[in-house]
């Protein structure tokens, strides 16, 4: 995940080795936000996943705080709208003492939650044959009791299975002045997709 530049988050997923030949995946994800909020700009996904293939992309307009899609749809969110990402960013750039615990609004293909990171203690965590210190995180969805209706016809692996109700996300970021997220984890019925930085 780059966040070297200000307000701009880029993040992109591949599969490696054996993966990689039998359901090669290779998706970006683009959010640009508010960096004195974290509320999302802009925002798009391009997915190449499989046979699946697939742009989206959504803008908010400010003044009336819509979030209008690429597919000609719009949503009415709250002015500090949150994205997965944007909470990402977060953990990376501000202080935990700021957003532990506390809740956002977060945007999810046209279905509104509230979010928050739970920071859960300072671990070595074992990455790439070494043991690196880390910010232990969990972040949990809890969906808004509405009848939102995901506005996204498909959606790719990562988006779908992030928001599942019996998910548990966790993330790991290095201790110290240069933050960064090493690790993140879902874990669904007892099968976790981990995903580790490699250093290019």
Same mark, same amino acid.
């Given at each position: 995940?780059?966040?070297?530049?200000? !307000?701009?988050?880029?993040?992109?997923?591949?599969? /490696?080795?054996?993966?990689?030949?039998?359901?090669?995946?290779?998706?970006?994800?683009?959010? =640009?936000?508010?960096?004195?909020?974290?509320?999302?700009?802009?925002?798009?996904? =391009?997915?190449?996943?499989?046979?699946?293939?697939?742009?989206?992309?959504?803008? $908010?307009?400010?003044?009336?705080?819509?979030?209008?899609?690429?597919?000609?749809?719009? /949503?009415? $969110?709250?002015?500090? /709208?949150?994205?997965?990402?944007?909470?990402?960013?977060?953990?990376?750039?501000?202080?935990?003492?700021?957003?532990?615990?506390? +809740?956002?609004?977060?945007?999810?293909?046209?279905?509104?939650?509230?979010? $928050?990171?739970? +920071?859960? !203690?300072?671990?070595?965590?074992?990455?790439? !044959? $070494?043991?690196?210190?880390?910010?232990?995180?969990?972040?949990?969805? /809890?969906?808004?009791? =509405?009848?939102?209706?995901?506005?996204?016809?498909?959606?790719?692996?990562?988006?779908?299975?992030?928001?599942?109700?019996?998910?548990?996300?966790?993330?790991?970021?290095?201790?110290?002045?240069?933050?960064?997220?090493?690790?993140?984890?879902?874990?669904?019925?007892?099968?976790?997709?981990?995903?580790?930085?490699?250093?290019?």
């Amino acid at each position: 995940m780059d966040t070297d530049s200000p !307000g701009t988050i880029d993040f992109t997923t591949r599969t /490696v080795g054996l993966v990689d030949i039998i359901w090669p995946v290779d998706n970006t994800y683009s959010t =640009k936000y508010d960096p004195a909020t974290f509320a999302v700009v802009d925002y798009e996904r =391009k997915i190449k996943q499989g046979s699946h293939k697939q742009t989206v992309s959504f803008t $908010r307009q400010v003044d009336t705080n819509l979030l209008e899609y690429g597919n000609d749809e719009a /949503v009415e $969110r709250p002015a500090d /709208v949150q994205t997965v990402f944007t909470m990402l960013a977060r953990a990376v750039l501000q202080d935990k003492a700021i957003f532990d615990t506390q +809740w956002y609004p977060l945007e999810h293909e046209g279905r509104q939650y509230q979010t $928050r990171l739970l +920071w859960a !203690g300072e671990v070595d965590e074992p990455i790439g !044959g $070494r043991d690196i210190t880390c910010d232990f995180y969990r972040l949990d969805l /809890v969906p808004v009791q =509405k009848a939102d209706v995901a506005i996204i016809d498909g959606s790719d692996y990562f988006s779908e299975h992030i928001i599942h109700p019996d998910a548990v996300r966790q993330i790991w970021v290095t201790d110290g002045d240069r933050k960064k997220i090493v690790k993140a984890a879902v874990k669904i019925y007892g099968i976790s997709v981990v995903a580790e930085l490699i250093d290019e």
